[in-house]
């Protein structure tokens, strides 16, 4: 039976552009925000009841880092976005969770979508959407639900670790932006322990009749991987050309070392997807060895009771004249016949190292 898909553009089709809908499936999830804001010398750190208790935080001295999980509350959103300024696209693209990271630049403001990812349960790859807004002195997030890689984070804000409360908001967006990426190591290290594992089972022989849905499987998962990171490369080449103020130059070279290690993930990627495209292969060939395996054990039995069957054949047939019929002892001799006839081809075929 074909695989059930979601059509999650259908949700949006026919609509006026900037219009904010929700296009993910958790249309239940509660609204949950979370506020740290800070300098150096102090942290303030609150979940915040509704949308409007951030308001107060758009002119502040200090750094305010607002993360909102629940993008089924769009009301919220539009109400954040109309105190803020945001453009109606940029509202439209933070609910719409089918968006290729990227970068936008706004008067005021700058746009960030990148995927978060992560395994399930079930050790399927989740892609989730985290979209960022870098102002003057703040950075939203936006999360589709509960649940992110930023607990370092929030305790370098909290116990002032590192440099994170005497930098400015660009610096906030960039430890964030690291810590996904960062994240993405332990997921293409556990799917090449996977491939590396499924590789060697194949070439061991111990691969069960499903081998080929789980190689099929394995693609699937290295092609998530590529559409969700791929594109990132690109934003951190505009953000390494960028010449807005909201993004110091010296913050640039920390945007620099996540080029880096994307250049290092990415690298993996490639590596791991052609160990997938080899993986069908490998298993066709080990397959292809396993039935010449039986043939050659078949053919070789063949090639043993041909000669047989020609004599029992030659002196099985109802003629009264035929020679050595009426030998005494012509049973024994032709048993010692095929007896002699089945241990010299044994010997030939070992010789020939086919056996």
Do not use: C
């Not at 509350?73 to 954040?80: P, T």
């Not at 993996?268 to 080990?286: A, F, H, P, Q, V």
């Amino acid at each position: 039976m074909p695989r059930k898909r979601l059509y999650r553009s259908k949700k949006k089709l026919g609509q006026v552009p900037g219009s904010v809908i929700y296009t993910g499936e958790r249309s239940k999830d509660k609204l949950f925000i979370e506020t740290f804001d800070y300098n150096k010398d102090y942290v303030f750190e609150k979940e915040l009841p509704t949308v409007e208790d951030t308001f107060k935080f758009k002119f502040t001295d200090s750094v305010t880092w607002i993360n909102l999980n629940g993008l089924n509350h769009v009301a919220s959103i539009e109400k954040l976005g109309t105190h803020f300024g945001l453009h109606p696209l940029v509202l439209e693209d933070i609910v719409n969770i089918a968006q290729r990271p990227k970068i936008d630049e706004y008067e005021g403001y700058i746009f960030v979508v990148l995927k978060m990812l992560y395994y399930d349960t079930k050790q399927n790859i989740v892609s989730e959407q985290v979209s960022f807004i870098l102002g003057s002195n703040y950075v939203f997030s936006f999360q589709e639900s509960e649940g992110d890689v930023f607990d370092t984070i929030r305790e370098r804000i909290r116990l002032a670790k590192g440099r994170i409360r005497t930098m400015q908001a660009d610096y906030l967006l960039y430890a964030l932006m690291d810590a996904i990426v960062d994240h993405y190591f332990s997921i293409v290290e556990v799917l090449g322990d996977k491939i590396e594992d499924f590789e060697t089972a194949v070439f061991e022989g111990q691969t069960k009749d499903d081998a080929s849905k789980n190689i099929q499987d394995l693609k699937r998962e290295v092609l998530r991987l590529r559409r969700a990171i791929f594109p990132l490369k690109e934003v951190l080449n505009r953000i390494d050309r960028n010449e807005n103020n909201l993004i110091q130059k010296k913050t640039i070279t920390y945007f620099s070392d996540i080029a880096d290690h994307l250049t290092q993930v990415t690298e993996n990627i490639e590596i791991y997807r052609e160990m997938t495209w080899s993986l069908m292969d490998m298993y066709m060939t080990t397959i292809s060895n396993k039935m010449n395996e039986v043939m050659k054990v078949l053919t070789i039995m063949a090639s043993i009771f041909i000669p047989l069957t020609f004599i029992a054949g030659i002196y099985g047939m109802n003629f009264e004249n035929i020679p050595e019929l009426h030998y005494k002892n012509a049973y024994f001799i032709v048993w010692g016949i095929m007896i002699l006839i089945v241990l010299g081809m044994l010997y030939y075929f070992k010789k020939k190292k086919w056996l």
